[in-house]
């Protein structure tokens, strides 16, 4: 079976914090995302990636970076937390071309508070 | 750009049921995936309909898309609890060259035991 994990379901910071939020694929996939949803946004994609050591930037990539150093792996990391990014963050990744990825994995989430 | 409408916007059915939710498109469809998630959750792919008049099935769920119409049909046959969840579609369109999924508003529902 397929799986896509993320550190935490649940994870609550201050603000200035540096946050890391890990994805981990067993699927060997080239592609990995990183989203975040908030009610009445849907989801928005923040960074993603096509290749180890290759990132490129989303629709909203503001006070986010990311990392990729291994295949399986997708780091998200909000560099100084602030309380407008307390959202539920998604991971997902797909074996597709870029062009046709509309077949993605998700893992389950984790939702991030910022107080 | 491509809107999705998809209708209605939440359901409650009694536990064996059949249910119809349609996403209409703004624009001529040349696709649509369907994808389902449950509250709190990841979402899960269910399926890719790439031509008219294609129709495919997961498991209960199947899904059917109208080029002429601009639109797709999901239906599920008996439905059980553990259907409940938010349904979203999205046209492949959405992909492009960041592999975004773009979404309608999605279509809630609720299946009573």
């Known amino acids: 079976d397929v799986k896509v994990t993320q550190s935490s379901r649940y994870l609550v910071k201050r603000t200035g914090e540096k946050v890391f939020l890990e994805c981990v694929q067993d699927m060997d996939h080239e592609n990995m995302f990183w989203y975040r949803q908030d009610p009445g946004l849907g989801l928005r994609l923040i960074y993603f990636?096509?290749?180890?050591?290759?990132?490129e930037k989303g629709d909203i990539p503001e006070g986010y970076s990311v990392s990729r150093e291994k295949k399986e792996r997708f780091s998200l990391i909000l560099e100084s937390a602030s309380t407008n990014q307390t959202s539920m963050y998604l991971c997902?990744?797909?074996?597709?071309?870029?062009?046709?990825?509309?077949?993605?994995?998700f893992g389950p989430g984790t939702r991030l508070t910022v107080t | 750009s491509q809107e999705l409408e998809q209708s209605p916007q939440s359901l409650i059915v009694q536990e064996g049921k059949n249910l119809t939710i349609n996403c209409t498109s703004s624009k001529t469809l040349y696709g649509l995936y369907w994808y389902k998630q449950k509250y709190g959750e990841g979402l899960i792919f269910l399926m890719m309909?790439?031509?008219?008049?294609e129709e495919k099935s997961h498991e209960k769920i199947t899904a059917k898309l109208d080029e002429k119409k601009q639109q797709s049909s999901l239906h599920i046959t008996a439905s059980q609890p553990s259907h409940a969840g938010t349904y979203l579609c999205g046209p492949p369109a959405g992909s492009s060259n960041t592999g975004k999924l773009i979404f309608g508003q999605g279509t809630t529902l609720q299946v009573k035991p």
């Open positions: 997902a990744s797909s074996n597709a071309p870029i062009w046709s990825s509309y077949e993605q994995y």
């Open positions: 309909l790439q031509k008219g008049g």
């Open positions: 990636s096509y290749d180890v050591k290759m990132k």
